[in-house]
C-alpha cells in the first residue's frame, strides 16, 4: 500500500497546483476583461462624439443644398421669364409686319 499512498500524495499535489494556477488565469481573465471594458466604452465615447460631428455635417449640407435648390430655381424662373418674354415680344413684331 506504500505506492497507493505515494501516487495519491502526488495526484493530490497535481490538483493543488491545477487549481492555483486556474485560480491565476481567472484573475488575469478578470483583469483583462476589465481592460478590454474600459476600451469598449471609451471607443463608445468617441463614436458618440464623431457622430455628433457627422449630424452636424449632414445639417450643414441639408441647409446648402436647400440653398442651391432655390437659387437654381430662381434663375431657371428668371430664364424662363426671360424666354416667354422673348416670345411675346416675337409674335408682336410677326403680327406687325
Known sequence: MGNATFFQTVI???C????IVLIFL????I???TKFDK?????SEKSKKIDGAFNMVD????????VSDRFIGLIF?????IAKKVKKNKERNDEDE
Open 59 to 66: 445639417k450643414l449640407t441639408d441647409t446648402v443644398s436647400s
Open 31 to 33: 483583469i483583462t476583461l
Open 26 to 29: 481567472g484573475i488575469k481573465a
Open 16 to 19: 493543488s497546483i491545477s487549481l
Open 12 to 14: 493530490y499535489i497535481l
Open 39 to 43: 476600451l469598449v466604452d471609451d471607443i
Open 77 to 81: 424662373n428668371g430664364v424662363t421669364g
